[in-house]
């Protein structure tokens, strides 16, 4: 219990103003298909007209993968951005799309999202960057890239068959992590959902990432390095020794860590 | 097509250099075309354990820019001829590794030989990266003690997710774990992990367990791959290894400490 009332104590005396979370959102895309503005323009003017409400402060992404080979700087960003905004739409970011379309986006304070579906230099991030530094929609694509043998039974569920080594990170996007090998030390699990591990777990597991107080932790065997439930956290040393290599699971009651024999 | 081999750690000093020179020495005994390519740019040892720093003309990074073609740096060891050096530089560093270079010179060695033994730089940076990028076998060194245990364990992630074989989502590389430096004394009074400790973290297929033993310096000093070293316990040891890397079933040696004789038993007291 002593270790509760520390991660409590942080928040209490301030030295925890803020936390660093990753999180998905949906959000509608507008794909653009078409240069012409003003036959943007017309069409949206329909769909809006069919539905105000629905646009009303509605955040969106301007999709320019559909403009390919249309020449640099094909879209005209920034009357679609004022457009949009006369709809009362948010927009906040374009994926896709030229250099040329990335740089006219930064100019207009728009955010370039990363496209999750086009395959990128991935050993650098699976390896490299803290969580803190990068953005949630950088990290969907990282269990694939770190474990080229995850397999994904489908979207936000990952299934994880090889070990998971030292200073490998896995993450489960939206659900649920399962790891049938040992974690070792050093290595990093996280997941918006639950985490099982059915091998010895020596490394890291931090569940309910985007703030599920529900998210749980299993294990057959506890030797984590650190063991996390939506921010709230445990370290090795405030494990009680009789929790140590015992099949365990980790939930939160009343905000408050527990660690209770399975 | 050669088989390409990677010999890493991620901890420095664990034996790298001398289990390269050692595989590559006992599979060319068995008859096998091999070559060894040392990576460590900027830091060679292995022309010094194989005996040929006297030999070096030419070498790796020349055959990558192109200024002397691969027979003119390969060096043909005196002892066996079915193995070649491949020299790394001493003037340059790494970053004179290219992925195209290394993979073009890979390349031309596949067709002539059967095995391409890779004598990895200690880290997990450029050099290592270019030494184990290509592999299909990995031979992971690990000492008996904690900090060589956890860096051979990144190195396996490393070797999971930066290989070619992972980005092109081939069958992943073959791992092998090889523990050196093992004290079978220090391990019965518990002061150093036993095989079963660090296969309980790592779990690998074992390669083989080669014991701490002077004769790996005195072999290092004269330039003589411990291989060839029969009497010695390491060198048997390697020699286990190299057959257990072709297929044969030999059981481990030296875990146990060496049982007194009979007289110093007597005598101990």
Redesign the interface.
């Known amino acids: 219990m002593a270790v509760n009332s520390s991660s409590q104590n942080n928040d209490a005396d301030g030295s925890r103003s803020f936390e660093l979370k990753a999180a998905s959102f949906t959000l509608p895309i507008i794909r653009l298909m078409d240069n012409n503005v003003e036959a943007v323009a017309a069409r949206l003017g329909k769909k809006v007209e069919k539905a105000p409400h629905f646009f009303r402060n509605t955040p969106v992404v301007i999709d320019l993968s559909g403009l390919a080979g249309s020449g640099a700087g094909g879209a005209d960003l920034p009357l679609l951005v004022g457009l949009l905004r006369g709809y009362g739409m948010i927009p906040f970011g374009v994926r896709g799309g030229s250099k040329e379309q990335h740089a006219a986006a930064e100019a207009l304070e728009l955010a370039v999202l990363r496209d999750s579906y086009v395959k990128r230099d991935k050993t650098k991030e699976a390896e490299g960057a803290e969580p803190e530094d990068s953005a949630p929609s950088e990290q969907a694509p990282q269990p694939r890239a770190s474990q080229g043998q995850a397999q994904r039974a489908n979207q936000g569920f990952l299934l994880v068959t090889r070990p998971v080594r030292s200073g490998q990170r896995v993450y489960a996007a939206g659900g649920d992590l399962s790891i049938t090998a040992a974690v070792s030390s050093g290595a990093e699990l996280m997941a918006d959902g639950n985490i099982h591990v059915y091998g010895p777990l020596r490394g890291r597991a931090l569940a309910g990432m985007s703030g599920n107080l529900e998210a749980r932790i299993f294990c057959q065997d506890l030797q984590a390095e650190l063991v996390s439930i939506a921010g709230h956290y445990r370290v090795s040393e405030n494990i009680p020794s009789e929790m140590r290599g015992v099949p365990v699971q980790i939930f939160l009651d009343q905000k408050v860590l527990r660690i209770e024999k399975l | 097509m050669a088989r390409i081999i990677v010999i890493t750690s991620g901890k420095g000093g664990v034996g790298k250099t001398t289990t390269s020179a050692a595989l590559a020495m006992g599979l060319a005994q068995q008859g096998k075309r091999t070559v060894v390519i040392d990576f460590d740019v900027g830091l060679r040892n292995l022309d010094l354990i194989m005996g040929c720093e006297r030999r070096v003309v030419y070498d790796f990074i020349n055959v990558i820019n192109g200024e002397a073609n691969l027979n003119q740096a390969l060096i043909r060891d005196k002892r066996c001829d079915h193995l070649y050096v491949l020299p790394a530089s001493q003037t340059r560093d790494k970053d004179a590794l290219t992925k195209e270079g290394v993979d073009r010179v890979l390349t031309e060695l596949s067709e002539g030989y059967d095995f391409i033994v890779c004598d990895s730089p200690a880290g997990i940076e450029h050099g290592a990266n270019m030494a184990m990028y290509f592999a299909d076998d990995a031979v992971v060194v690990t000492n008996p003690e904690v900090s060589s245990v956890?860096d051979s364990?990144?190195m396996?992630?490393?070797l999971?997710?930066?290989s070619r074989r992972?980005?092109n989502?081939e069958e992943?590389i073959s791992e092998y774990l090889l523990l050196t430096r093992y004290d079978p004394e220090r391990v019965a009074n518990g002061e150093m992990l036993s095989v079963d400790d660090v296969q309980?973290?790592l779990?690998l297929k074992l390669l083989g367990v080669v014991p701490e033993s002077k004769a790996v310096l005195n072999a290092s000093n004269a330039g003589v791959p411990v291989i060839l070293d029969r009497e010695s316990d390491a060198g048997q040891a390697y020699n286990d290894m190299v057959s257990r890397y072709l297929g044969e079933d030999v059981p481990h040696r030296f875990l146990n400490p060496e049982k007194k004789g009979f007289l110093s038993r007597l005598f101990k007291g």
């Open positions: 956890r364990d990144r396996l992630g490393i999971s997710s930066r992972a980005e989502g992943p309980e973290i779990s």
